[in-house]
Nanobody, 121 residues
Framework: QVQLVESGGGLVQPGGSLRLSCAAS????????MSWYRQAPGSQRELVATITPDGSTNYARSVKGRFTISRDNAKNTVYLQMNNLKPEDTAVYYC???????????????WGQGTQVTVSS
């Protein structure tokens, strides 16, 4: 099967930066779109950014111009560079990916365990 493992969360002051990473591992034939979601306390999980294998990206309006999603296809890894962080960015950030394992050979959707990002002075 496929596992997604996030890293890079933490505590940062407003205006600061953080870089999240998410590596897909396991018996993987192909990783399709990879995304970052976030969920703040008392709120629904929301899509932050998505990137396709060819590098096409899409961002939530609230993070456009501040966050950058990228990926390394050779490493099956997606990144989220977060700049000019605001207190309202505080949330648990989750990695999500559509991937095809070798067995069974079909597309599944996978989630990481989440990493906490806290923006506070």
């Amino acid at each position: 099967q496929v596992q997604l493992v996030e890293s890079g969360g933490g505590l940062v002051q407003p205006g600061g930066s953080l870089r999240l990473s998410c590596a897909a591992s396991g018996s993987i034939f192909r990783v399709n779109a990879m995304s970052w979601y976030r969920q703040a306390p008392g709120s629904q999980r929301e899509l932050v950014a998505t990137i396709t294998p060819d590098g096409s990206t899409n961002y939530a309006r609230s993070v456009k111009g501040r966050f950058t999603i990228s990926r390394d296809n050779a490493k099956n890894t997606v990144y989220l560079q977060m700049n000019n962080l605001k207190p309202e960015d505080t949330a648990v950030y989750y990695c999500n990916a559509d991937a095809v394992p070798y067995n069974p050979f079909k597309v599944y959707n996978y989630w990481g365990q989440g990493t906490q990002v806290t923006v506070s002075s």
